[in-house]
């Protein structure tokens, strides 16, 4: 069975720093997209980054570009969301999510990926 655990999630204070990892388990990352959804109450889901694990391209959402870094570990089947400076704005549920495709298209997320069952990040003033 194809699973995907967040973790890292937590409690910090505006211009904070915090680390998500998405580890997957029943398959490995080779040849998926793995992307960062996240949503605060009241809001609609949203697409924060992508890392295409095969060749390593990544994507990111001009509301987290230059803050949100991505990684990955492939001896560990993890990815991991590197996240600084943060704001108010950043508090919300993050999902990470697996698609056998590329970056090209976060919808596919929706319609065909895995999903993990989130991780609260909460950014304090």
């Known amino acids: 069975e194809m699973q995907l655990v967040e973790s890292g999630g937590g409690l910090v204070q505006a211009g904070g720093s915090l680390i998500l990892s998405c580890a997957a388990s029943?398959?490995?990352?080779?040849?998926?997209?793995i992307g960062w959804f996240r949503q605060a109450p009241g809001k609609e889901r949203e697409g924060v980054s992508c890392?295409?694990?095969?060749?390593?391209?990544?994507d990111y959402d001009d509301s987290v570009r230059g803050r949100f870094t991505l990684s990955k570990d492939y001896a560990k089947n993890t990815v991991y969301l590197q996240m600084n400076s943060l704001k108010l704005e950043d508090t919300a549920v993050y999902y990470c999510?697996?698609?056998?495709?590329?970056?090209?298209?976060?919808?596919?997320?929706?319609?065909?990926?895995?999903w993990g069952q989130g991780t609260q990040v909460t950014v304090s003033s």
């Open positions: 999510a697996a698609v056998y495709d590329d970056c090209s298209d976060y919808g596919l997320f929706a319609d065909l990926g895995t």
């Open positions: 890392l295409s694990y095969s060749d390593g391209d990544t």
């Open positions: 029943g398959f490995r990352f080779d040849d998926y997209a």
